[in-house]
């Protein structure tokens, strides 16, 4: 009804959040800021803070929609995974494993740490996105913690963790 009034030829409020109606406020320019500078420079875990409805899944959304080529990214939007699960979902959206495979979780580590490598020669991150990481288990936080420990050998410290979460 809305839509044909205002002559809207898509709806603007659905389940989903859609970065294409964002209003890029002074407070959204800064959050997607951080965002990509953190990406860029490789800084670790990047976490957004807020209440119900202020916005966290468009800021990751309009975040995916501006990353490069060179950024590879998994978004897991279901929370409520084993860390195995979240591994397998991470895998199938990088294109490392396809969703009939059956992977055990040293062969899923290590198939996306080879792939981090590759990505790293290339100049290129991997992210992987969480939204409703506050849902995560304790045990299942401190497995994706330990995927950032991935080392090469030209570097001590890996190439997405620079800085220790705080």
């Known amino acids: 009804m809305?839509?044909?009034?205002f002559g809207f030829v898509d709806k603007p409020f659905e389940v989903t959040p859609d970065p294409k109606f964002l209003y890029m406020t002074l407070g959204?320019?800064?959050i997607l800021s951080a965002l990509i500078y953190g990406i860029h420079e490789r800084r670790g875990?990047?976490?957004i803070v807020g209440e119900v409805g202020t916005g966290k899944t468009l800021m990751l959304n309009a975040l995916l929609d501006r990353l490069d080529r060179k950024q590879k990214a998994a978004f897991i939007f279901n929370s409520d995974l084993t860390f195995k699960q979240m591994?397998?979902?991470v895998l199938w959206d990088l294109g490392v494993a396809t969703p009939e495979?059956?992977?055990s979780k040293v062969n899923a580590i290590q198939r996306l740490n080879e792939f981090a490598i590759k990505q790293l020669e290339r100049d290129g991150n991997v992210i992987i996105i969480i939204d409703e990481a506050q849902n995560l288990s304790d045990k299942t936080m401190e497995n994706i913690r330990m995927l950032s420990n991935l080392e090469t050998p030209n570097t001590q410290t890996h190439p997405t963790h620079q800085t220790h979460p705080t």
Do not use: G, H, P, S
């Open 87 to 89: 591994l397998e979902m």
């Open 2 to 5: 809305y839509c044909k009034f």
């Open 101 to 103: 495979e059956r992977i």
């Open 45 to 47: 875990f990047i976490a």
């Open 28 to 30: 959204y320019q800064e």
